[in-house]
């Protein structure tokens, strides 16, 4: 299953709702987590099972979707929120999308 | 506190062999699949191998398949990569994570592959 995420760079400002695209070449059944990544460091688990809030991460984060289809919204976008957000697919092997880099407007 | 620690990366020939570590704690560890993922520089991140509670099952990606074996020891709650017929293009920061949705991930061993 490959998956592509869009747009590949967001410019957004602190308090907006911003919200990250991941679209499967297949049906995923849900079996689906988003990542946050930050320079220099480990990937960080935030969503998984498409909708399922990771332990200790903030609830402006949240995950939807069905399908081939889903998002990674943030609430209101906070300065720590820069990163950039990988999505992965775990229905049919497992695969990562590109990544959407997020960056402060 | 969950906890997993790479360990030997380095510098290696092309065709050369490497074999990785990842050190687990806090949690236990036949109660998990694990996985290697590499994220090459400034490139995105590649899932490479994943094994089952025992080891009876094991997975690869087909960029590694035939030259890499994923491996485990209960007893010592250790993780291991080994890693033959090294190419450039295997150049990565290697990961070990926990669960088939990587809920933890370790801070990463660098591999780099050049003469």
């Known amino acids: 299953i490959q998956l592509t995420q869009s747009p590949s760079l967001l410019s957004a400002s602190v308090g907006d709702r911003v919200t990250l695209s991941c679209k499967g070449s297949q049906n995923i059944n849900n079996y689906l987590a988003w990542y946050q990544q930050k320079l220099g460091e480990a990937p960080k688990l935030l969503i998984y099972?498409?909708?399922s809030l990771q332990t200790g991460i903030p609830s402006r984060f949240s995950g939807s979707g069905s399908g081939t289809d889903y998002t990674l919204t943030i609430s209101s976008l906070q300065p720590e929120d820069v990163a950039t957000y990988f999505c992965y697919q775990y229905n049919n092997g497992w695969t990562f999308g590109g990544g959407t880099k997020l960056e402060l407007k | 506190e969950v906890q997993l620690v790479e360990s030997g990366g380095g510098l290696v020939q092309p065709g050369r062999s490497m074999k990785l570590s990842c050190a687990a704690s806090?949690?236990?560890?036949?109660?998990?699949?694990m996985a290697w993922v590499r994220q090459a520089p400034k490139k995105g991140l590649e899932w490479v191998a994943s094994?089952?509670?025992?080891?009876?099952?094991?997975y690869y990606g087909d960029s590694v398949k035939g030259r890499f074996t994923i491996s485990r020891d209960n007893a010592k709650s250790t993780l291991y990569l080994q890693m033959n017929s090294l190419r450039s293009e295997d150049t990565a920061t290697y990961y070990c994570?926990?669960?088939?949705?990587?809920?933890?991930w370790g801070p990463g061993t660098m591999v780099t592959v050049s003469s």
């Open positions: 094994i089952s509670y025992e080891g009876s099952s094991t």
């Open positions: 806090g949690f236990t560890f036949s109660d998990y699949y």
């Open positions: 099972n498409t909708n």
């Open positions: 994570a926990r669960n088939w949705y990587f809920d933890f």
